[in-house]
Structures are given as C-alpha cells and as structure tokens.
C-alpha cells in the first residue's frame, strides 16, 4: 500500500517540463499573432487609402473641377487623429468639404500612438522623391513588415515604411 501511494502523483521534474513546454508553446503562437495583427493593420491601412482615392475622385466630380484640393506646399491631416511625427498636421477645412461627398466620416489609423507616424496626410504640391513629378500624394505608414501597395511608392526608414499614393 505504501508503493502504491508514491506512485498516484507527479514528479517536480514532471510538473516542471510540462510548464516549460506549454510556456514555450505559448511563446511562439504570441510571436506569430503579433505578426499576423501586424498584416490585419496594414491590410486596414491600405483599405482606407482605396476610400481616400475614391473619395478624392468623387469630389472631383461633385465639384465639377479637374484639380484637387489646393492647400500649397503644405500637409493636412485627412484621417480622424494624426499622431507622432505627423501629430502637427491639422484637418484642413478646404479638403474635408472636398472628401465630404465620398467619405463622410475620416478613416483612422488601425493602432494608437504606438508607432513613429500614423494617420493620412495630404499634400497638394509634393515631390515624393527626384525622379517622381510634383504632385498631389496621400502619405502613410506602414507597420513593419508591411510593403506598399503596387504603385506606390515607398520610402524605407530603418523602423517605418513610409507609402506615398499620387493621385491622378
């Protein structure tokens, strides 16, 4: 009777390996997730820039004009918050009127202040880069390892894509 009891329960060593093979189970199926919310972000992010061009050309047909909005050689914010560095970017009321007719809400960014920028920015008068003409663009970023969309262009930083849409 006295050997059959030593022997109904687990070992130390038993309880401890089952715990450090579920921890390190678990370990892995986080970093996976992290990576997959990280593509579900950017897919959204991508998504509200396809509503931004449409919205963007939909005003050019309300407003019966060949242009779109003229702001300078400034940028403004076209989603519900900018953060980080694109935090000094403001709603401009001249390009909110513009997008009203297709977009009547403003998109947002899938995360928080979380990342260097996030939001949509607009300028009316960018050059994205020297080989690129002058141009009206919707700038945003990308969540690593998030790429732009085919035909955009890219501006890669160490942490941060950067996609630039030129609105045609």
Known sequence: MENNMKNKGFTLIELLVVVSIISLLSSIAITSLNGA???ARNSTRL????QLRNAFNLGLSSANS???PDIGNSWACISSTCYGSFSSYTSNTTVDAFLSSGMPQKPSDPVGGLRVSGGYIYSSDFT???NLEQG???IWAMEPP??????VEAYEMTTTTFCGLKLK
Request: charged share 10%; hydrophobic share 25%.
């Open 128 to 130: 994205w880069s020297p």
């Open 136 to 138: 009206s663009y919707i």
């Open 146 to 151: 998030g790429s732009c969309a085919p035909g």
């Open 37 to 39: 919310k990280a593509k």
């Open 66 to 68: 060949y242009s779109y």
């Open 47 to 50: 998504q509200n820039i396809v």
